[in-house]
Nanobody
Framework: QVQPVESGGGSVQAGGSLRLSCVVS????????MAWFRQNAGTEREGVAVINDFGVTRYANSVKGRFTISEDNAENTLYLQMNNLKPEDTAVYYC????????????????????WGQGTQVTVSS
């Protein structure tokens, strides 16, 4: 069973940086998507960034140019480098994994993913 576990959240001032990590255990397929989502209370979970098994990435418009998703397959770890953070980036951030065939146009849709981490809080103050 695929199990993501996030770490690295915290509190920073606007303009600062944070790096989130997600160790993913139980992966067995060479075809996959790995993604970061975020959610605030009372809102829907938003897809932030995704990487596929070819190493191609995609970002939400709100984070393009500021966030970078990457992976270290040797360490089974997914990263999200977040720079120039804004107060509106405040949320609980979740790591998600999909194994098997995928559709790129669904890659930032919550329904694509069955395996989720517990979430890590990111708070950005102005």
């Amino acid at each position: 069973q695929v199990q993501p576990v996030e770490s690295g959240g915290g509190s920073v001032q606007a303009g600062g940086s944070l790096r989130l990590s997600c160790v993913v255990s139980g992966r067995s397929s060479t075809s996959y998507l790995m993604a970061w989502f975020r959610q605030n209370a009372g809102t829907e979970r938003e897809g932030v960034a995704v990487i596929n098994d070819f190493g191609v990435t995609r970002y939400a418009n709100s984070v393009k140019g500021r966030f970078t998703i990457s992976e270290d397959n040797a360490e089974n770890t997914l990263y999200l480098q977040m720079n120039n953070l804004k107060p509106e980036d405040t949320a609980v951030y979740y790591c998600a994994a999909h194994e098997g065939p995928w559709r790129w146009d669904w890659a930032l849709e919550e329904s694509t993913y069955k395996s989720w981490g517990q979430g890590t809080q990111v708070t950005v103050s102005s």
